[in-house]
């Protein structure tokens, strides 16, 4: 049994008191809308109803359609085979694999070393700022060079050693050598 008790004042001496039981859905939503008329709350509760109704069915109808995201058995064995498929195919090209990840090794080695080779020749990491257009950059350059250019203005600029004990010593960085007004302060 369902007891509806309504209260309501205004402030402007309406008031209004309202106690429901034993009837139906419908007269309850009459009488309610009735009492909110009387203050000047126009709404009307039984669209609003139907508008709720209607938005029920439709989420009815819509998790009616809608599968289960809970995967079944044979969901289960697809991702078996697949997992399986996976393991063999690593198994029979673990050779080309391993080779394309010493290949990524090496091209990394020369962040860690500052060094690479180019024609059977060692190059060496040089960082520089341009004093020209200020732009900041990175050479790798022989041993022997004496001078680098900007990237984007193409000034020249003389090449230092990187840390003040001179080749073969690095600076923080990593670079062996500097070009232009760049600095190592933590030297």
């Known amino acids: 049994m369902l007891n509806v008790k309504i209260s309501i004042d205004n402030g402007n001496g309406k008031k209004a008191e309202i106690e429901l039981s034993d009837s139906d859905n419908i007269s309850k939503l009459m009488i309610i809308q009735n009492v909110f008329n009387l203050f000047g709350v126009n709404s009307d509760i039984l669209e609003m109803t139907k508008t709720y109704d209607q938005i029920g069915e439709a989420y009815k109808s819509f998790f009616n359609v809608v599968d289960s995201v809970e995967p079944n058995a044979t969901q289960k064995e697809v991702n078996n085979d697949i997992k399986e ?33 180019k024609g059977g020749k060692q190059l060496y990491k040089l960082h520089y700022k341009c004093p020209a257009c200020y732009n900041k950059g990175s050479h790798y350059i022989y041993h022997e060079s004496t001078h680098t250019w900007c990237h984007r203005c193409r000034h020249k600029m003389p090449v230092f050693p990187a840390h003040p004990d001179g080749f073969p010593n690095r600076d923080t960085f990593g670079n062996y050598f500097r070009a232009g007004d760049f600095e190592d302060w933590n030297v």
């Open 85 to 117: 498929d996976l393991i063999k195919s690593y198994t029979e090209n673990s050779g080309i694999l391993d080779n394309v990840y010493k290949e990524k090794d090496e091209q990394l080695s020369l962040i860690y070393t500052g060094t690479k080779i």
